[in-house]
């Protein structure tokens, strides 16, 4: 009877037969609406968020289903979200915090007699970065009994100015807290493997020799079950002992006692079969991928560099992967190219073969290969407070290895984050030329004698045009003594005109060949040989989504441009590459047949991987066009506009007939209206169990002209083991 009475009292006074007073929660954002929480401005809406917002990042680490979060309208909208008062009654005041670390502007406040006596902050304060929620407490023993307020507040409106809260609760328990933890480990083989949780709290992991940095790098590591284990090649370093030291972890974690050493990457058994996985288009073997860099071909070999993420799946730790191929279908991976430095990450660029070895860099028979690259100043720790600069590294073996020229940087910093330098000779004038991307929609031109001196030449304005700047020289399809300059920006929009190695002249308005959802940072390869006569150029496919994928992003396929005359003056033209007839596997050919509505002469037809061409002339059909795995690509003859998944590009029929091609790939559909008039270059994800291909007529009769599908063996890079 006595023991019953105690445990009733322990319980009324908030007491655990262990002593321990039980936890009082403050907020857990579960309900349609704040309750009795008070929202002001635009930045938190009228009830907790679900997650991400649209726009934004994938959001983890918050318990429940809800949580406080002020993303909506993007990082513009402002607001606070405040609490009604309460009594502090216990040691420590436990919440989940990320977002922007803005002090001050993004940020949870606690306020007791109008004064702020604790504040709390995102962890974000540079490019990149994770939308987690990570564990944070104040000890408030000192306060116990007197009323307060919480207050979250928005205040930015930059990159990262907003702030996720969940799971507010006193406790006498404190939450796990973040700290730095390190380990001492003898580097006994070529690579660690690094355990990765897609959507965990981002911390940077440093290699440390001593007190000097080998490498750095920020990622997700996994807190418990890892998604996929992430290969650090540490072969530069073998038999030297070094320390692993990340800058937060929670105390409780194990995280790093589980980076092992490993023979060999350790890829998984199914890499490059995965479900999502493109099966002729390039993707990383694991991690992020964007833009393509540094495109140039030397002694039989297609180099692509790319922007890369080796250690997660979402932008960040921007390195150079790098992949060589033959025939610009079947590529090898190599070892990361660059990888960051004091300087900062490594942005876009591109890249040439120094031929008469005029920078100097050449000591054996190899012509020297040069990347020039953004160090992009302020995107890591070890680069903090330094600008955006133009940098150089060289090659004597082939692409095989890549030394950072000494004297780097090559061009300082001209204004804000100007970066993504394409070099290019001009042989008249004997002088490389830059073109450079400076700031909204402003680019300059620069030339040196020797890719190490660079002096300004000019600036122009383009409209609705940003960032990956190209030029290059093309002659025109029929004509070939007659050439033009081509500028183009990373969207694709481009310019056509003259350059006299001073001045860039455009003689157009812009200009817009791909209409489709995911085409940027568009480049074309250097230095291809004039018995090829080419000009390459390959799209980060931007945007894509690959969910549960251990890889994220593709490129387009490559393509070859032309210039030809049209009624509107000279245009762009994009097709696919010959060379992707090397994995035609099987082909049908229909000719000279009608299609009415209700007809399919494809649908005896399934796959995954096709290149499908037809001519059909339109007749009575208010529409024509094909359907690949369920998705349609179409002309509507009324409006003159080729249609693929919600993009539309105008486009005039010939002598009443219209053109078709479309590359289909696990992944994407990659459309051409009139032998590359227009493209459309979009990403999607097919129903897996949809199949089919289908040709259609609605409306009305029309005719097919002649119609070839071809399926497509895979062609997936290789990796070394």
């Not at 000097?212 to 590591?221: A, G, H």
Request: hydrophobic letters at 35%; aromatic letters at 10%.
């Amino acid at each position: 009877m006595y023991r019953l009475f105690m445990l009733c009292l322990l319980l009324s006074v908030g007491l655990t037969v262990s002593g321990t007073r039980e936890d009082l929660l403050i907020a857990d954002f579960e309900g349609e609406t704040y309750g009795d929480w008070r929202a002001e401005g635009a930045a938190f809406g009228i009830g907790p968020a679900r997650g991400a917002l649209p726009g934004q990042m994938p959001v983890t680490g918050f318990l429940g289903r809800g949580l406080a979060n002020s993303y909506l309208g993007g990082d513009g909208s402002t607001g606070t979200l405040t609490s009604p008062p309460f009594r502090i009654q216990r040691r420590f005041l436990n919440f989940l915090i990320g977002g922007g670390r803005y002090p001050g502007q993004t940020c949870l406040n606690l306020i007791v007699e109008g004064q702020i006596v604790r504040t709390a902050t995102g962890p974000n304060d540079r490019p990149g970065g994770s939308e987690a929620l990570a564990p944070a407490y104040w000890d408030v023993s000192e306060l116990e009994g007197k009323t307060a307020i919480l207050q979250i507040v928005d205040a930015a409106t930059g990159g990262w100015g907003h702030i996720n809260v969940d799971h507010i609760v006193q406790s006498d328990r404190k939450a796990p807290r973040m700290t730095e933890k390190s380990r001492q480990i003898l580097l006994e083989q070529d690579y660690l493997r690094i355990p990765v949780q897609t959507g965990a709290p981002k911390t940077l992991l440093r290699l440390q020799e001593d007190d000097r940095t080998l490498c750095e790098f920020e990622v997700e590591l996994a807190p418990d079950t890892p998604d996929l284990h992430l290969p650090l090649d540490v072969r530069a370093w073998r038999g030297r002992r070094v320390t692993l030291r990340v800058e937060k972890l929670r105390e409780d974690s194990t995280a790093l006692e589980r980076i092992v050493q490993s023979r060999t990457p350790g890829y998984p058994e199914n890499l490059y079969r995965e479900k999502l996985r493109p099966q002729f288009h390039f993707t990383a073997p694991l991690g992020w991928l964007n833009d393509p860099n540094g495109l140039l071909y030397y002694r039989g070999e297609y180099h692509l560099f790319f922007q890369h993420n080796p250690c997660g799946v979402q932008w960040g730790n921007m390195h150079w992967g790098h992949a060589v191929s033959r025939d610009l279908v079947r590529w090898q991976v190599r070892p990361i190219a660059l990888a960051p430095d004091a300087l900062g990450t490594i942005f876009s660029g591109s890249g040439v073969v120094d031929r008469d070895n005029i920078a100097g860099f050449q000591n054996g028979r190899e012509a020297p290969l040069i990347l020039i690259y953004t160090a992009a100043g302020g995107t890591s720790p070890a680069s903090a407070g330094k600008p955006f600069t133009q940098c150089l590294a060289y090659s004597l073996d082939r692409g095989r290895s890549w030394i950072k020229y000494a004297g780097n940087p090559v061009l300082g910093h001209i204004v804000a984050e100007n970066r993504d330098p394409k070099v290019v000779w001009h042989a008249l004038t004997r002088r490389w030329i830059m073109a450079l991307y400076l700031n909204g929609n402003e680019f300059g031109f620069y030339a040196s004698p020797d890719l190490k001196r660079w002096t300004p030449l000019h600036t122009i304005t383009v409209p609705d045009c940003a960032e990956c700047p190209d030029l290059f020289e093309m002659p025109v399809k029929g004509d070939p003594k007659q050439r033009r300059w081509v500028w183009t920006a990373a969207n694709g929009r481009y310019l056509i005109g003259s350059f006299d190695g001073q001045r860039f002249t455009p003689e157009t308005e812009t200009l817009q060949t791909d209409y489709g959802a995911n085409f940027y940072a568009v480049q074309t390869y250097s230095d291809l040989p004039p018995s090829d006569g080419r000009r390459i150029q390959i799209a980060w496919m931007a945007g894509g989504r690959y969910p549960q994928m251990p890889f994220n992003q593709q490129m387009s396929f490559p393509c070859e441009l032309t210039l030809r005359p049209t009624p509107e003056g000279l245009r762009l033209f994009r097709l696919p590459v010959r060379e992707i007839r090397s994995l035609y596997e099987r082909e049908r050919v229909w000719r000279d047949l009608p299609l009415k509505p209700g007809e399919n002469p494809l649908s005896g037809l399934t796959g995954e991987l096709w290149d499908i061409e037809t001519e059909i002339e339109i007749g009575e059909a208010a529409e024509v066009g094909l359907r690949v795995r369920g998705e349609a690509v179409s002309y509507r003859a009324g409006e003159k506009t080729l249609a693929c998944l919600g993009r539309r590009a105008p486009l005039e029929l010939i002598r009443g007939r219209i053109r078709l091609r479309v590359l289909a790939d696990r992944a994407s559909l990659e459309v051409f209206g009139n032998d590359g008039r227009v493209s459309l270059t979009s990403c999607f994800l097919p129903c897996e169990e949809e199949r089919g291909l289908e040709v259609y007529a609605l409306g009305g009769t029309a005719r097919i002209v002649r119609l070839q599908a071809r399926s497509l063996r895979p062609a997936v890079p290789q990796t070394a083991q």
